[in-house]
């Protein structure tokens, strides 16, 4: 099945897509490395806030990343950037038509280092709106990947 990224300019299959998440896995981790911490078993549907269980403690790694998937039927992906496992790290950007939208990913290492809060996506309306409507359907994570 072709996929197209960037307003329709590029095409891609599912394993030209995969080949290029592991691409870069493989060159992002620096000298410690980079592993898979998580995968989400079927990235297409709707993704409710949840509690999720790490391969390794999150207590391991320096940094973290969470990539997800832009919309539930789209293959572009967005990346939160890395951040220090203390913190917690955001999915975020513009919806279009419909504003701003954000999920938030959080460790739970202090309690549980095998444990992440995977909070639910809100859609604001512009950057100063202060009311907000829940869609599940955006932001889904897709990987997170522990950087040592």
Known sequence: MAVEKNMGKVRWTDEQLEARVQEIIASAGGGGGTELLW???DDTLSFAYQII???KPITNYKFYE???RFQNNSHQMVSSGKSVVERSIFAQGLVIGKGIGLRSFTPIYQD???KMYVNDCYVYA????TSSTK???RYIPYMILGYK
Do not use: G
Request: negative net charge; aromatic residues 0%.
């Open 126 to 129: 512009s950057l100063t709106s």
């Open 53 to 55: 269980t790490l391969a």
């Open 112 to 114: 549980d280092p095998l």
């Open 66 to 68: 969470v990539l997800a």
């Open 135 to 137: 869609d599940n359907t």
């Open 39 to 41: 995968e989400n078993p």
